[in-house]
């Protein structure tokens, strides 16, 4: 069973540009969560779909990140219009449900560098 | 408040125990867990402990919680060259479903 797919690995964008980051949980999970480590600093949370709603969208840091998930399937993480501080790397996870037994299972990550 | 604690780095040599330690301040938590992440790849759990047990041994793995003091650590036994990876410490409580990371630990190994 292929796990979660993320794409691109890498990105380099300069400041003002906009990218596309797009993640493909494993097959049948209805929850999917954006993830970002910034700087080598702790992974924040950014939000978290059932199927193609947003039930928790705490962590998104400003207007210039749009999450989407149309369908219910792969999800995708705009930033428009890029920034310096938005560089680090972008984990994607999906979980068969919420309880505390279903696992997150975490993709490879898009490294993410704004010049 | 949430916020997951654990030193930057660790080197240990080849065959020796590493221990990686962890504090966090939510007393809520009720998962906590310990994720890999190897150069190139993703997040993977490695283990994970209820916040009403007090250790869990896995293999060379082994899991201590001090509740008292909001203390975790993980312990691996007979560390070897592909242990070499970024450790996270982690929490989840159950209002939530997002899980909270430390800053990880980086675990280089000497010959």
């Known amino acids: 069973e292929a796990g979660v797919t993320q794409f691109p690995s890498h990105s380099v964008i300069e400041k003002g540009q906009t990218v596309t980051l797009r993640c493909d949980p494993i097959?049948?999970?209805?929850?999917l969560y954006w993830y970002r480590r910034v700087m080598g600093k702790e992974i924040k949370f950014l939000l978290h779909?059932?199927?193609?709603?947003?039930?928790?969208e705490s962590g998104m840091p400003n207007n210039r990140f749009l999450a989407e998930r149309t369908g219910g399937t792969y999800s995708t993480l705009k930033v428009q219009p890029a920034e310096l501080e938005d560089s680090g790397v972008y984990f994607c996870?999906?979980?068969?449900?919420?309880?505390?037994?279903?696992?997150?299972?975490f993709g490879p990550g898009t490294r993410l560098t704004v010049l | 408040g949430e916020d997951v604690e654990q030193s930057l780095f660790l080197s240990v040599r080849e065959g020796d125990s590493s221990v990686i330690n962890c504090t966090y301040t939510?007393?809520?938590?009720?998962?906590l867990y310990w994720y890999k992440q190897e150069p190139g790849a993703g997040l993977q759990l490695l283990t994970y402990?209820?916040?009403?047990?007090d250790m869990k041994q896995d293999q060379r793995l082994t899991v201590l919680l001090n509740k008292k003091d909001k203390h975790l650590s993980l312990r691996i036994a007979d560390t070897q060259t592909g242990d070499s990876a970024i450790y996270f410490c982690?929490?989840?409580?159950?209002?939530?479903?997002?899980?909270?990371f430390g800053s990880g630990t980086r675990l280089s190994i000497r010959p």
């Open positions: 939510d007393s809520s938590s009720t998962y």
């Open positions: 779909f059932v199927k193609e709603s947003k039930q928790d």
């Open positions: 996870a999906s979980s068969q449900g919420t309880s505390l037994a279903d696992t997150q299972y």
């Open positions: 402990i209820f916040s009403n047990m």
């Open positions: 982690a929490e989840r409580y159950s209002s939530a479903s997002k899980i909270i």
């Open positions: 097959s049948g999970h209805d929850n």
